[in-house]
């Protein structure tokens, strides 16, 4: 166990004890975990054995990186410094070239077997994967050779997990997520634009204290992050059960707070804790601030979720519009073409009819 | 007059009780459940902008939604149960075009719907034409309710496996069940109508067999189909 002085020790280089256990507590918290657990938390993220990571950057924005220094519950410092030991990651690490590219080697060849690969971004798979490549090799090669030697991957941001906006159609790369190509070893899927840093953090801790991966879903992401719908823990929620929507945006009902369903939220087919969780630590995230859900952590968002602003997706066929507008205006067709079709084929009956009964009175005629 | 006029019919019990239950239920759930839908795909301006008495309107009309689906998904379980253990007039191998018979009675009935020909087949069952297109709906059906059960309750574990293997993210389960909605809108249109261009034009008394059970057929039965059965009036 640890005591007060340790903790202190510990935590000398710029976090105070308070701080450290308040990230340990809000982390078992993000988990669902009970308060018991902290003091294992506490111990595991002490260690003196931090895992390393390696943290791998394909094509991608570093919006997941951006979002994950913006973190405060442990803030990034603790998170390197303390928590985990940041082997490589190309945008926070000092080294350049071809130093950088020994310490990746070095860190995948120490620790093979031990590490924690994160991989951000797509990899593109089309010609060789030859549309993104770092110091000479491909994204492909370099996963291929990295992520064999993880204890686990975890696939950071929408990109990393299912390939992102690369992958959206008609996706000229042939960009894929983290597990469509490697099989053989546990891929835990954070995805978001960005996801939330703290889901990635809790995660972390989650394999600090326990040694296993958080259980997860269909989809690969863990369920204390992406179990429940957003359309289900939404401040908004009474409002679309009464049936009251935002028309337009900047209309007497968005000022209100209206439900933003018919503006194209897609909080009723989007997992994740984002109404609860929120971000950036101030209690903010888009439907609170009055934007629509876009359902980034979904898989194939860019196709099915858009347009933004409709809440059916606008996969674009032949031409005009969007894939609802389409339907609805095929829709138009065929219920206009079944009446005309019904009346035509009513006017032809009668009509038949009407001649047949004057032939047979003509008929009669003649038989007179 | 091109039909004899009066003839005499036989009544003839063709359709079981269970099988009105079921179209009955069907019908009633579909109309549920269409104009339901439509609102929760879209719902108007239902309350002014003003805060005023709760009407719970989303979440009743959900609730009608819902309940009008199990009912949907019951008469769907009694239909296929009939495809095995119905009469011979409600399995699929008496109006689905699968033999020569049937193919050619279809021909005919594409024929008389296009005032083609003016005799009427007086057949037992259903018409081959119907038939499919009742087929057809069934499958429609049965896409309707996996597609609604997965909507319902994706974090069900089976379910959500078997609807994320089907049809993928809840998202795209959503547009196949609204496009879907579609189908069974025009087909409602069209079979109502049928239905009662059939009670005008031929004898049978469909409209009113949806409801008793009979039909009625011509004693003199003189059909360009062969091999039609002469079944005395039994019951």
Redesign the interface.
């Given at each position: 166990m640890f005591t007060k002085d340790h903790i202190n020790d510990f935590a000398g280089g710029g976090v105070s004890r308070r701080t450290f256990l308040k990230g340990c507590a809000i982390a078992a918290a993000t988990l669902g975990l009970s308060p018991d657990v902290v003091p294992k938390m506490v111990e595991a993220a002490m260690s003196p054995k931090r895992p390393p990571v390696v943290w791998l950057h394909f094509q991608e924005c570093t919006g997941c990186s951006e979002a994950l220094l913006r973190a405060a519950r442990p803030d990034i410092a603790t998170l390197i410094l303390d928590l985990i030991s940041l082997d490589y990651h190309e945008t926070l690490m000092a080294a350049a070239g071809k130093q950088a590219e020994e310490n990746l080697h070095n860190a995948i060849t120490k620790n093979a077997g031990k590490f924690i690969c994160v991989v951000e971004g797509g990899i593109p798979t089309k010609d060789s994967g030859i549309y993104c490549k770092i110091g000479g090799k491909t994204a492909m090669e370099i996963l291929g050779d990295v992520a064999p030697k993880a204890k686990a991957i975890i696939a950071i941001g929408t990109c990393g997990a299912f390939g992102g906006v690369q992958a959206a159609k008609p996706n000229p790369t042939g960009a894929v997520g983290v597990q469509d190509l490697i099989k053989d070893r546990p891929i835990i899927n954070i995805p978001g634009c960005p996801p939330n840093p703290e889901n990635f953090l809790a995660t972390v801790v989650q394999i600090l204290t326990y040694g296993r991966p958080p259980e997860l879903?269909?989809?690969g992401r863990p369920k204390f992050a992406y179990?429940?719908?957003i359309h289900d823990h939404c401040e908004r929620r009474p409002h679309?059960?009464?049936?009251?929507?935002v028309?337009r945006f900047g209309d007497?009902?968005h000022k209100?707070g209206y439900c933003l369903?018919?503006v194209g939220c897609?909080g009723?087919?989007?997992y994740s804790n984002c109404s609860v969780e929120r971000f950036c630590n101030i209690g903010v995230w888009p439907v609170g601030v009055g934007h629509g859900c876009i359902?980034c952590t979904?898989?194939?968002f860019w196709d099915?979720?858009t347009p933004i602003y409709k809440h059916?997706?606008g996969i674009y066929i032949p031409v005009g519009g969007g894939?609802?507008e389409q339907?609805e205006e095929?829709?138009k067709v065929?219920?206009g073409g079944?009446?005309a079709v019904?009346a035509a084929?009513?006017a032809?009956?009668i009509g038949?009819k009407l001649f047949?009964i004057r032939c047979?009175t003509e008929n009669k005629d003649e038989e007179k | 007059m091109i039909r004899k006029e009066p003839r005499l019919y036989y009544r003839v019990f063709v359709w079981s009780g269970t099988l009105r239950l079921f179209h009955w239920t069907l019908a009633f759930s579909t109309f549920i459940l269409i104009l339901t839908g439509i609102y929760i795909h879209y719902p108007p301006i239902t309350t002014k902008w003003a805060e005023f008495k709760p009407l719970y309107i989303m979440a009743t009309l959900r609730y009608w939604h819902f309940a009008a689906g199990y009912f949907f998904i019951c008469a769907l379980a009694v239909r296929f149960y009939l495809f095995f253990a119905g009469n011979q007039y409600e399995r699929p191998t008496d109006f689905l075009p699968i033999n020569k018979r049937n193919l050619k009675s279809l021909v005919y009935n594409i024929k008389f719907y296009l005032y083609l020909t003016d005799e009427h087949e007086c057949r037992m069952g259903h018409t081959i034409l119907a038939g499919t297109i009742y087929f057809v709906l069934f499958i429609c059906g049965v896409v309707m309710g996996l597609t609604g059960l997965y909507l319902l309750y994706p974090e069900t574990p089976t379910i959500a496996k078997i609807g994320h293997e089907l049809f993928g993210t809840p998202q795209q389960a959503r547009l196949i069940h609204y496009l879907l909605n579609w189908f069974f809108i025009f087909f409602i249109l069209v079979h109502l109508y049928i239905a009662i261009w059939n009670d005008f034009n031929a004898p049978d008394a469909i409209i009113s067999g949806a409801f008793s059970g009979s039909k009625m057929m011509p004693a003199d039965l003189e059909c360009p189909v062969e091999e039609l059965e002469k079944i005395p009036f039994e019951k």
């Open positions: 879903d269909e989809l179990g429940r719908k679309f059960d009464e049936g009251r929507f028309e007497p009902g209100k369903y018919k897609k009723p087919v989007t359902g979904e898989p194939g099915t979720m059916l997706p894939i609802r339907a095929i829709g065929a219920v079944a009446a019904i084929h009513a032809v009956g038949k047949s047979s | -």
